[in-house]
């Protein structure tokens, strides 16, 4: 009944925080893709909205350790993995199916960013669930301690390559015709996005060998546990930042 108690102010949470930067944008969470203006607003939307997940991860996991008063927070945080997972999965992507006619198998063949952004929904949904476990002390010694690692790892290799072929890309062809992306000549925006994303990878390198070390024991300080919290609240805050 506890543990019930928890889910449903997690997600009453959640829907909460997800409602935030639909205010804040005063827009829809889906809005059409017709121009590049229009493309670059929806791609900055997305990154302000995974941060804002971050940003209450990081704030939530780190009142769940500061006090006994709140440590139910430790059962509610891993929910905000699970949220925005399941909007990359669905929503992050308005040619891909529900909200386009391209299938996710058709997305996989000729749309990378797409098939990129489900494979984040998918490590989102598993690191949510694991750590929801990990909170009901559910996890084995293994898992506890390498399940976030290898996944946190892949997801910040992955930006590495990253593809964006969105607003940047629309700018660069209209301002050298005839070029093409293949042609590897950046624009000026096309560079400051993989700036981002370069920034974003390291942060999140940051996060990763924080928990572990955390999780593991590895460090037997008490201010250890709090330092991952701290580091995922300032990649929360670089999303919240980027702009395109």
């Known amino acids: 009944m506890e543990i019930r108690r928890y889910a449903v102010l997690a997600f009453l ?88 006619t391209q299938s996710w198998l058709q997305a996989a063949e000729v749309n990378p960013e797409a098939a990129q952004h489900k494979i984040y929904a998918a490590l989102l949904l598993a690191l949510g669930v694991l750590e929801f476990q990990r909170s009901r002390r559910r996890l084995g010694k293994f898992l506890a301690t390498w399940s976030f690692p290898v996944l946190a790892i892949f997801g910040a290799v992955l930006l590495f390559f990253h593809q964006h072929h969105g607003a940047a890309g629309e700018e660069m062809m209209h301002t050298m015709p005839g070029m093409n992306l293949s042609d590897h000549i950046m624009s000026g925006s096309m560079m400051k996005i993989q700036k981002e994303h370069f920034w974003f990878s390291m942060v999140g390198f940051g996060v990763t060998l924080l928990k572990f070390l955390a999780d593991g024991n590895f460090w037997k300080r008490a201010f250890v546990p709090y330092l991952w919290p701290v580091c995922m609240s300032a990649l929360g805050i670089l999303l919240l930042l980027y702009a395109e």
């Open 13 to 100: 949470c959640s829907i909460a925080v997800l409602a935030v930067p639909a205010i804040v944008h005063s827009q829809p969470l889906h809005i059409p893709i017709e121009t590049p203006e229009q493309d670059r607003a929806f791609s900055e939307f997305n990154h302000h909205l995974a941060g804002f997940f971050l940003l209450a991860i990081g704030i939530f996991a780190f009142l769940s350790r500061a006090t006994k008063k709140l440590s139910f927070l430790g059962t509610v945080w891993p929910f905000f993995f699970i949220l925005p997972g399941m909007y990359l999965a669905f929503m992050s992507d308005p040619d891909v199916w529900p909200m386009g």
